[in-house]
């Protein structure tokens, strides 16, 4: 059993179904007419190779600073994703062929420990992703998990693309906090530790004001990073500052992972995080950003963090459904290559 279904002091946690193997994709519909996003995942390793994305997940939450509850991620993401349509009213539908390669056993509270098991699982993502001659390499997507993660997730590319790699975060945080002397890492600090590897291009976009001292305000704008607040998202529209973010990326970026943090999204729309914050993007303006951002061929990976299905209001799956939507919208984007 994953130490992330593990029970937590205070916490009555119902063991998930098919915990012994691999996520039930597959969903039954009364209607033979429906197509379900769960019929294009595979969870069958002779799949991974002529895969147009693939998904795997990091069910950890021991770093972060504020709620508990994002272990239960990744499982989910993909409860709620799995009965989803394919179908967008303009008649377009997702066509890319998906392999999970389900979650990494993390320990449950050894930061250091989860975060060199998450790496080892993204370079093996990376790997799987990368394709024979005349074919584009797979989209890899993590399922989260607490923020942190983006430091382990990212690595992998940092490594690889050194200064042509550019970073976007959707997050109400910049999470460039110093990490304390002699301390592990925490859910604020992922995008700080990237920018001391070497990251030279990282954009956040719907952070907020009071939400960020001003001494990690100045460490981020003196790295090189742009930000780009929840007002302009309101005020100018995600198409407007999805051009914006483009024409602000150096032109040298020719590789792009994309973070979400679901708690960019507001209070209202996404409850169920480790930090809810008023003013934050909506559920219409967050879909349409991460289509248009996702939409770029330079992304090469993402992920959904922060999803505490557990804090959601009681008899409700709001936040479940936004990161849902996400995860449709990243897949949506992924285009389909022919060898």
Partial sequence: MSDANVERPGV?????EGLAGAFPWPAASPDPLDELLGSHVSTRAEDVASADAILYGLPFDGAVLGRKGAAAGPRAIRL??????????????????????????LP??????????????????????QRGSGKRPARVIALGGDH???????????DSFGAILGVINLDAHLDVRATGEGLPPNSGTGFGRLLDAGLKSYLCVGARDF????????????????????????????????????SSLPREVQAIYLSIDLDVADASVAPGVSAPTPGGLFAHQLFELVRLLA????????????LAPMLEPPGTDITCRLAAGCLAELLATTRVQEA
């Fill in 148 to 158: 942190s993660l983006a430091f382990p997730c990212v690595k992998p590319y940092l």
């Fill in 211 to 246: 939400q960020t001292s001003g001494a990690y305000i100045d460490r981020a704008l003196k790295a090189g990073a742009r930000i780009v607040p929840a007002t302009a998202v309101h005020t100018q529209g995600p198409a407007r500052v999805a051009e914006h973010i483009f």
């Fill in 108 to 129: 449950l509270t050894d930061v250091p420990a989860a975060h060199a098991g998450a790496e080892k699982w993204a370079r093996r993502a990376r790997e799987h992703a």
């Fill in 12 to 16: 009555v946690r119902t063991a998930p």
């Fill in 295 to 306: 939409s770029d061929p330079r992304v090469v990976a993402c992920d959904i963090m922060e």
């Fill in 80 to 105: 709620a994703a799995r009965k989803l349509k394919t179908a967008r009213l303009d008649g377009r539908a997702i066509s890319a062929r998906v392999a999970d390669l389900g979650d990494a056993e």
